[in-house]
Structure formats: C-alpha cells, structure tokens
C-alpha cells in the first residue's frame, strides 16, 4: 500500500535558518506527491506538488521539494526560515486512479521559528 | 476566484442530535471528499466521492453518512454525534488521477 512517513513530529528553527522537513513515501508504482500547509484553525493549502518531469519543484513562499527515487523522499526545504512559517507541514501521495483517487496523509511536522 | 466552502465555519451540536456540514465547490472537480481532523493529527478519510459513486473508508463508523446531489455540493451528516466526533471536518476537491486536492476552511463541530 502507498504511504507517506514524515520523520519528525516537530522542528525547531531560528529565524533565517535553513528549514528541512522529511518526508519519505513508499509505492510501487510512480507516486504523485504533494506537500501542504495548515495555519490554526484553517484548511490546508497547497505549497507544491510532483507528478511527472522535473525532480526539483518549486511552490509558494519559497519553498521547494526534490523527489528522490532512489532514496524514495520528498524532503521539503527553504533556505532562510520566517516567523510566518511557523505552522503544520503535511506531506501526501495521491493514489491515482488504482487507489480510487484518493489522497493520504503524514501525520504532519510542525514547524516552530526562533526569532 | 474558484474555491472550495464551507458552512458553517463552527458549529455546536448537542450530544446525540443530528447535525448537517456543508460544502460547496466552484472548481467543477470530479471529486470530493470529507476528511475529519483532530487536534495535533493529521487529516483522515472518512469519505469521498468521483462524481456520484460513493467511497466509503472501511473504518468510517456508519453514524457518519454523505450525500452528494449535484456536482457542487457536498453534505456530511452525523446521526447521532458522541464526545468523539469532536473535530474540524475538512471538505475537499480534486481533479482525478495527478491532481492536488484544495480544501476549504473547515468546520470545526464542538458536541456538548
């Protein structure tokens, strides 16, 4: 079964510093994969995905993520870390039309920034 | 601007009394879906739709039930609401195969 694992409930920051939050998936099929972010009280936004073509992909607010076949990982980054950063990060693979198009979740890394 | 929404953005129920969530699209997505999320965990299934064949996640309790009339909108209706089912319920949409799902704000169901 296709699943995502975030390594790392929490991580802490300080403000500037390099953010890097893991995230590994496991398929064995191409995997359609996603990272989002939850403010309080807020749904989730879409900060990037990966489907097919380029490996490194850039999403708002300066972020980016690589997909790593041979280590099978998305890790997330930004190179200089913001107080407004400071929220739930979730990664996610969508399961395609052989998994009913669902999507599944990590159970998420909560992101804190040190001023 | 296409979005997803939901109404209401808090709702207070009382042990046992039927409640109603509301959600709507203008994105025209195949898919929705209902996701319930407690506090400090990730969001989970609890069911979706690709247009109007209903999936039903295999450990969604039966007091949860769903109903789609058009393309949309999207209801969540719990029977009879426990302590439990306290959470934010998180509608969502997505194109089929490679797309990203968008949520909308949530709902957040306090049950007295």
């Known amino acids: 079964a296709q699943s995502v694992t975030q390594l790392g409930s929490h991580v802490s920051v300080s403000e500037g510093a390099l953010v890097l939050l893991r995230c590994n998936y496991s398929?064995?099929?191409?995997?359609?994969l996603f990272w989002y972010v939850q403010y309080p009280n807020q749904g989730l936004q879409l900060l990037l995905k990966?489907?097919?073509?380029?490996?490194l992909v850039k999403g708002i607010n300066g972020f980016e993520a690589e997909f790593k076949k041979s280590e099978t990982s998305f890790h997330l980054t930004k190179p200089s870390a913001h107080m407004s950063d400071a929220a739930e990060y979730f990664c996610?693979?969508?399961?395609?039309?052989?998994?009913?198009?669902?999507?599944?979740f990590g159970a998420g890394t909560r992101l804190f920034v040190k001023a | 601007d296409a979005m997803v929404i939901q109404n209401p953005r808090y709702q207070v129920t009382q042990f046992g009394k039927p409640v109603t969530l509301s959600c709507s699209q203008t994105?025209?997505?195949?898919?929705m879906y209902w996701y319930q999320q407690k506090s400090s965990q990730a969001p989970k299934l609890l069911f979706h739709?690709?247009?109007?064949?209903?999936?039903n996640e295999a450990d969604t309790p039966d007091n949860f039930q769903s109903r789609r009339p058009n393309t949309s909108f999207c209801f969540l209706d719990i029977r009879s609401p426990g302590l439990g089912d306290a959470a934010m319920y998180l509608c969502?949409?997505?194109?089929?195969?490679?797309?990203?799902?968008?949520f909308g704000p949530g709902t957040r169901l306090l049950v007295l």
């Open positions: 994105l025209n997505h195949n898919v």
């Open positions: 398929s064995s099929v191409p995997p359609y």
């Open positions: 969502a949409t997505s194109i089929p195969v490679a797309g990203p799902v968008y």
């Open positions: 739709y690709y247009d109007k064949d209903f999936n």
């Open positions: 996610a693979v969508s399961l395609g039309n052989t998994g009913g198009f669902k999507t599944i």
């Open positions: 990966y489907t097919t073509g380029a490996t």
